[in-house]
């Protein structure tokens, strides 16, 4: 969560336990979009996710990430109505699900809309270049899913929901930057970088809109891997080191995306170029910073403790092995290969929910057993 977002009436928001139902909706859109990319793949999946294969984009992306991202942005500004945002979104998850197919781009549509007034109710109440690009990246979203309502295929909007979730991370990496402030021309470039990034998704269609949006990528993860406080907090241990692991390796991944991208030279769906890009962007620069910030953003949306345990590697280890098994595959043009690397990052996936999931339990165990401790 974007801390120097929150209000001093985020106590007064949605109580803890309302979100869980919110967070639960968010994790439909998981579980049913991973069944259904491993549909895809050629995988046996039972026929809930099965059906809903050509649905695996908008799932992982509006029905999981909308919903999480719309709950952290809720939580921060404290305001009730900013809730009716992972409510719509989750319920898009459930009506893909449920077999109501052509009402969910309409819920993701107004779900995102209420996404972007939370996030200009931020930049309202604190103008910064961090909150523009936050409420820039919110922006993407429903332009994104207004164009699929409308008939675009999927393919054709992807630039705009992979420019929702990277200026999203991008704008609350900036936000952290506070404790090792950039310089002025520093601050100028990741400008330039997001003009670079917009100018490339309003130019998807064209011929040169792919390139220009994947340089725009790696001028971003090589900016983010310059001024990011991961370079100096990678040193520390516990939380703080496996954190900045997951930043680092993440931006890593990002760049290796842009790269692959600006070497296929376009959007277009079923080349192995395309593929490899949008997992590597997908996967490996969004699910590790998911991976990394578990343990904060859990405490501040549900206000439970997850502690940290050497364990949190294991799923990050798993991720990553994934995708370097499945971007073989996809230039090796094995698919076999291609095909055990997305079984593998269902496990990888498994494996963070199963991880965090321990965490919590050991979190309220210690909490318990903390009043015990005290009075002996």
Known sequence: MTRASASPSSATGLPPPWRVPLLVL??????????????RLGWSMPSSAASVAALHGPLMICGFFGVVISLERAVAIGRYWAYLGPLLTGLGSAATVFGATAAAPWFFLAGGIVLLAA?????????????????????????????????????????????????TIAGERLELSRFLPPSPPARYAFAAVLFVIVTGMLGANQPWGAAVFALGLLALAV???????????????GLTRFIAVCLLSGYAWLAVGGATLLAAGS???GTPGYGAAMHALALGFVFSMVFGHA???????????????????????????????RLAGEAAGRFDWTRAGGLLTAVALAAFIVSTASAVVRGARDRAAAPAQRAR
Request: proline residues 5%; positive net charge.
């Open 119 to 167: 996030s200009l109710d931020v930049y309202r109440r604190q103008t910064a270049l961090f909150t523009f690009t936050l409420a820039l990246g919110a922006a993407c979203w429903p332009i994104g899913v207004a164009l699929w309502a409308a008939g675009a295929a999927v393919h054709e909007v992807v630039a705009w929901w992979l420019g929702f979730l990277i200026l």
């Open 267 to 269: 959007f277009a769906p």
């Open 26 to 39: 968010g994790f439909v859109g998981l579980v049913f979009g991973t069944g259904a990319g491993l549909a």
């Open 223 to 237: 900016w983010l891997l310059k001024q990011d406080i991961a370079r100096r907090t990678v040193r520390n241990r």
């Open 295 to 325: 343990a904060i953003i859990f405490p501040a949306v549900l206000r439970v403790a997850v502690p940290y345990h050497p364990t949190f590697y294991l799923p990050l280890a798993l991720l990553h092995l994934s995708l370097i098994v």
